[in-house]
């Protein structure tokens, strides 16, 4: 079935360091790709998404594109800030219309000023 | 205005009892969904309701029931809870069908620890 695969453990960075998660997906078809941040103590909320080839998402200086050819969706940040301190889940979703999302490990994101 | 509220936000109980979640959104949507996120953080879909008929059913054990009374309304009922089942309970919703991506809004959860 479909899936995704993010990079293992947590990421722990300095203030202003680049942010880069990985992720990769498998699936049948062309799925619509996201991710989703998930604050502590809150639920998931959409960062951003793409919803074919080369398509890039964009939202709060977080950037991600879609890339057909190597079935990744890799976010980063340029300059990361102690309030980007999250959980990042990376998601696929089939466009067979049961909009069920197929979610990622999450990556585990503690900024340090 | 929340948009997908869930209550209760904790709920401490005993292993055996009967407990149940409730969910309701003001999106308009005509989805909605339960997923549950172990302490781990892995999130696992477990039930999925389009205009108050049953989309999705995953493996999920028969002492699980979502019950849908109309479509802005999810609960999930837990019978004779066990210990594995101390987890963040994650409503959500969604429009089907809409063009592009269907972007899923979730509510803040509802922790339940199982003693």
């Known amino acids: 079935g479909d899936s995704v695969t993010q990079m293992e453990g947590p990421v722990t960075l300095s203030e202003e360091a680049f942010l880069t998660i990985n992720c990769t997906y498998t699936?049948?078809?062309?799925?619509?790709l996201f991710w989703y941040v998930q604050y502590p103590g809150e639920g998931l909320q959409l960062l951003l998404k793409?919803?074919?080839?080369?398509d890039k998402g964009s939202n709060k200086g977080f950037e991600a594109t879609y890339r057909k050819e190597t079935t990744s969706f890799h976010l980063e940040k340029g300059s990361v800030q102690v309030s980007d301190s999250a959980v990042y889940f990376c998601?696929?979703?089939?466009?067979?219309?049961?909009?069920?999302?197929?979610f990622g490990k999450g990556n585990q994101v503690v900024v340090i000023p | 205005d929340t948009a997908v509220s869930q209550t209760p936000k904790y709920l401490v109980t005993q292993m055996g009892n009967d407990k149940s979640i409730k969910c309701e959104q003001n999106?308009?949507?005509?989805?909605m969904y339960w997923y549950k996120q172990d302490s781990k953080k892995f999130l696992k879909i477990m039930f999925s309701y389009n205009n108050k008929e049953l989309i999705i059913n995953e493996t999920v054990p028969n002492r699980f029931s979502p019950k849908s009374p109309d479509k802005a309304h999810l609960n999930l009922h837990i019978n004779s809870l066990e210990l594995g089942d101390s987890a963040v309970y994650f409503c959500a919703s969604s429009q089907r069908f809409m063009t592009g991506a269907n972007v899923l809004t979730f509510g803040a959860g509802s922790r339940l620890t199982v003693l």
């Open positions: 793409a919803t074919k080839a080369d």
């Open positions: 998601a696929l979703s089939d466009r067979g219309g049961n909009n069920r999302l197929a």
């Open positions: 699936a049948t078809g062309y799925p619509s």
């Open positions: 999106l308009g949507h005509d989805t």
